[in-house]
């Protein structure tokens, strides 16, 4: 850094030759140093503001920041790259990669999420989730949000009856009922979702009612919604799971999930700086009570639904009923080694089958009317010559398998000259002879054409054994009383 008196003699060097290069000759030093101090002295003293340089994508900078307002930020560079090409953007993907994290960084501070810390109340709300622990082990966690205390156990499912009872065991261990319990929407607790509205199972209405809660649900994919949960699940599989693992079967995993969580409950927690177990104490005294009885959870007979197939899935296994059930709701049981499926309004058994592995299906013929038919692929028109021969009835259709069997390359142009048969000779004697043609096997338009030319005269080949029926002229009949001698005479008379 130059002193102030250099910066002087600098200044008057530069007056007396007014050039840079010849005042850094006269005071030792760069040309550029004298360039700087001069801008500087006539700016004021100033440091004079440097330049914006020229970037090679700025010809795409608007098309980048419409894309990303128009997809809320979430399209890729990636994605947007192919069109920045095309648009003119000669530049690297790297430096793209620039330009696109500088848009969404700029999109995302006028658009904030409007996420706020959490301010529970005592009593409040349960958090539930389920987590995945690997080695066919699923994770139920629960959190009591204001004191933090923490429930976690494992199954070997996450159907409804499962997560149904595991709410009701930590109810049972916390002493008392929140207000509402906060869960994701489980399939197994959701019946449906209309306008946004989740709207939860019958089963999880009864059991609510029984504990006197209130459902509540997070919006859907929305992880941030319920987070004091998710860490809970994150927190289970990295302190409990990773280091124990593998358990060697359920009853040692909830064991482990006990001890763990009387663990963790008994120390102090970094968000609340509390200890859960003793906050706890006070909230229960805010809690609803729990009820005398503990409710039945699960269905107490198995029940299935006759699906289109005539079957019900039972043990991941099929197994057939008669047809007529198709929509009906039936009880499946298992008695002295048979799989009896009944009625549930009079309890007649419907069908009874032998038990079958996983992934097999035990299918009787009596349920459906005799046995299996051949796969029969009906003919499909798509053209209007196809549709007028096909309207010829099933004799037309019989002809047009054969010939299309037979390797007949020609069918298509046979059927044009079928319509010319059909306009020439017209419908019953075309079927006429579209039958002879399929008795015979005869396969070709030429074929018919021939026996059209034929005629009526052709011999009637008929089965043996069969009745000859021939097809007489009509003529008209008289009675008996028109041949009288009388009547005779006056016919030979008129003659």
């Given amino acids: 850094m130059k002193s102030s008196g250099e910066v002087m003699d600098i200044i008057a060097a530069y007056r007396e030759v007014g050039t840079y290069r010849g005042a850094a000759q006269m005071c030792g ?28 994508y700025d010809a795409v900078a608007d098309l980048v920041a419409k894309k990303v307002e128009n997809t809320s930020g979430k399209i890729s560079a990636k994605r947007l790259l192919p069109l920045a090409k095309a648009a003119g953007y000669t530049g690297s993907a790297r430096n793209f990669r620039r330009l696109v994290a500088a848009q969404k960084k700029a999109w995302r501070q006028g658009h904030h999420r409007g996420r706020r810390p959490a301010v529970w109340a005592p009593g409040e709300m349960l958090v539930i989730d389920w987590g995945n622990a690997g080695g066919g082990l699923h994770v139920f966690c629960a959190v009591l949000a204001w004191s933090r205390y923490r429930f976690v156990r494992f199954a070997d499912n996450e159907r409804a009856a499962t997560t ?27 019946g449906g979702v209309v306008a ?3 709207i939860p199972t019958a089963d999880y209405v009864r059991f609510a009612s029984h504990y006197r809660f209130r459902p509540d649900w997070c919006e859907a994919a929305d992880p941030e919604s319920k987070g004091i949960v ?6 289970a599989k990295r302190d409990l799971v990773v280091p124990q ?14 001890q763990w969580c009387a663990e963790v409950n008994t120390v102090v927690h970094s968000e609340i700086c509390a200890i859960p177990l003793e906050r706890l104490a006070a909230e229960r005294e805010v809690m609803g009570a729990l009820p005398s009885l503990r409710p039945q959870i699960g269905t107490p007979a198995v029940t299935r639904k006759v699906d289109k197939l005539s079957c019900v899935r039972f043990g991941s296994a099929r197994y057939s009923v008669p047809t007529r059930w198709i929509g009906a709701t039936v009880s499946v049981v298992e008695s002295g080694g048979r799989l009896l499926i009944a009625d549930m309004a009079t309890g007649e058994v419907v069908a009874d089958h032998a038990p079958i592995a996983p992934g097999q299906a035990s299918v009787l013929d009596e349920h459906y009317g005799g046995p299996r038919p051949a796969p029969r692929r009906a003919a499909r028109a798509r ?39 059909r306009a020439a000779h017209g419908d019953e004697q075309l079927r006429t002879a579209l039958e002879r043609a399929v008795a015979f096997r005869r396969r070709r338009a030429e074929d018919v054409r021939s026996i059209l030319a034929a005629g009526a005269g052709t011999a009637q080949v008929r089965p043996p054994g069969t009745a000859l029926v021939l097809k007489l002229p009509q003529v008209p009949t008289r009675p008996l009383s028109d041949y009288t001698l009388d009547k005779l005479e006056a016919i030979e008379g008129a003659w």
């Fill in 29 to 56: 030093t760069t040309h550029k140093t004298v360039k700087r101090i001069i801008e500087k002295a006539l700016a004021g003293d100033k440091a004079p503001g440097r330049k914006r340089r020229d970037r090679n």
């Fill in 164 to 190: 149904l009872a595991l709410p009701a065991e930590c109810f049972e261990e916390l002493g008392g009922v929140p207000k509402a319990v906060l869960a994701d929407r489980m399939g197994c607790l959701k």
């Fill in 196 to 198: 946004n509205k989740v």
């Fill in 230 to 235: 998710e860490n809970l699940v994150g927190y």
């Fill in 245 to 258: 693992a593998p358990f060697n079967d359920l009853m040692a995993a909830n064991v482990a999930a006990r």
């Fill in 383 to 421: 053209t209007e010559t196809e549709k007028a021969f096909l309207a010829l009835g099933p004799i037309a259709e019989t002809f047009l398998a054969g010939s299309a069997a037979s390797g007949n390359t020609r069918l298509a142009a046979d059927l044009v000259e079928m319509a010319a048969l």
